[in-house]
């Protein structure tokens, strides 16, 4: 289901930046808006919005986190097949796969590569076909 944005909106354009589906539209300094079609309900735009200005799925207005608590993908690699699937999806391309120690080793896996770019959305976990992808703090 959709987040909202409420009226206390300052147009920061911060959630429309981290927005990993693009669903958040609006000028600097506007009230912005969410595409209920396209957003994914991942909370990134509330997590981020300083102002508070962010209301889920059963209108509850989240609070600011820091980027410390943001899940992060966690991948077991021994399910991983190493598909590319949680790659494609990750457009902050925080995600990517291992390369092989040697010549035909199989044991190649997805990693959380940059940290610093995943905003916790968790598109790649809810993507991945053989599960292998938890989003965990810390």
């Known amino acids: 289901m959709a987040f909202t944005i409420t009226e206390n909106c300052i147009g920061c354009m911060a959630c429309s930046k981290k927005c990993p ?33 962010v209301l889920d799925s059963v209108g509850s207005a989240g609070e600011r986190l820091p980027k410390s608590q943001w899940p992060k993908p966690k991948v077991n690699q021994s399910l991983c097949s190493a598909c590319g699937i949680c790659m494609d999806v990750c457009i902050f391309e925080a995600i990517k796969i291992s390369y092989p120690k ?10 959380l590569d940059e940290p610093e770019h995943c ?4 598109q790649c976990e809810k993507m991945c076909p053989l599960q292998a992808i938890k989003m965990e703090v810390g």
């Open 102 to 111: 040697f010549n035909g080793d199989l044991k190649v896996f997805a990693y």
């Open 119 to 122: 905003v916790g959305c968790s």
């Open 21 to 53: 589906v693009m669903a958040i539209d609006g000028e600097k300094k506007k009230m912005h808006i969410i595409n209920e079609k396209r957003c994914v309900a991942c909370g990134v735009c509330q997590r981020i919005c300083p102002k508070g200005a």
